[in-house]
């Protein structure tokens, strides 16, 4: 690692698990863990990019690990102007070599958050100006892939939806820095 890497996510998989890369333009990659280059321990390790076809300007937002793509697992997105879907986890099922449309994105919006649910969880998004909502997610109806989703969060001019995450009865303690991060 360099100085100013962090680790942000650790998940463990087997070798036939899929990882679900979300990007945030609205994309959705698949690969298998064992397709994953191995690297010594000493290793720099690759971009994402030369693993994934990304497109231009495309980056990733979110990594999901899946062992099966059952219909008793939600796939939760919400975009930076605080729209929100859910989709059905089976919906995505059939990789394809260069991603699939995960959702349908405004021109100036795209991806903030992703997250796989069982359809009984709350959610909260938080905006960059402080302000928070929290929602039971079956008030968010299933959508297929085509649709674009719901508002999740009305936000005030000016400002933008920078996070999303399950809350859980567990979850004690929710953090959102000032700067989004």
Known sequence: MKDGDFTERLFIGSTHDYILFFTNKGQIHWLKVYDIPQMGRAAKGRSIANVLELRNEETVS???PARTFDDDHFLVMATREGVIKKTVLS???????GGIRAVNLNEKD???GEVMTTGENELMLASRQGMACRFKESDVRPMGRA???VTGMKLE???ECIGLMVVTPQSTVLTVSANGL
């Open 91 to 97: 919906a995505f099922g059939r990789p394809m070599k």
């Open 157 to 159: 001019k000016g400002d």
């Open 62 to 64: 979110a990594m999901i």
């Open 147 to 149: 649709a674009a989703g």
């Open 110 to 112: 795209e991806l903030i």
